[in-house]
């Protein structure tokens, strides 16, 4: 891989990046190569025909080698009052098994953990993977999809979490 442009320091890319608010996810996967999650913020869209997902991971991190193993990966989007559960999936050190004592999980299509108070969850099965740096790009086709009545959203702004509310509906005249 090309080396950054010494112009732009890793600690000037990390705080111009820390101004870009985004969802607070957990990716989580089961299967043969074992159960595992962590906490994500680089999760997006890539098409609603058919419906896809990119979510990137630290080929460093120790569920890296889990995800890509099992083939199949679930996207629990957080709301407030998850911040806590957040900590514990983004955590090193924590094994694996520690990470779901708490909260109720389920599954839906691939057998990956779905957090039954998740905002929304996407179960996905992986379909590329790309290197990119110290990421892996994995490239995933959302199988099913779990919705929770919507509560307020869990956004990572300015190197803390911050509860988005809902757009309020005005009523029709």
């Not at 111009?16 to 999650?37: E, F, Q, Y």
């Not at 460093?60 to 407030?80: M, Y």
């Amino acid at each position: 891989m090309g080396e950054a442009d010494p112009a732009v320091s890793i600690d000037a890319f990390r705080a111009g990046m820390s101004r870009l608010g985004a969802a607070v996810n957990i990716v989580t996967t089961d299967g043969p190569a074992g159960k595992h999650g962590i906490t994500a913020s680089a999760v997006c869209s890539v098409t609603d025909t058919p419906p896809t997902l990119l979510v990137c991971v630290n080929r460093s991190s120790s569920a890296h080698d889990v995800i890509v193993g099992n083939g199949a990966l679930c996207v629990n989007v957080l709301g407030q009052g998850h911040e806590d559960l957040a900590m514990r999936f983004g955590k090193p050190g924590i094994a694996p098994e520690e990470r779901f004592t708490t909260d109720a999980w389920t599954t839906l299509v691939t057998g990956a953990p779905l957090l039954a108070s998740a905002t929304a969850a996407f179960d996905c099965r992986v379909i590329e993977r790309h290197s990119v740096g110290t990421h892996s790009v994995v490239i995933a086709r959302v199988v099913g999809i779990a919705k929770a009545d919507l509560g307020q959203s869990l956004i990572y702004f300015d190197r803390s979490f911050h509860a988005l509310p809902p757009r309020a509906i005005a009523p029709s005249a």
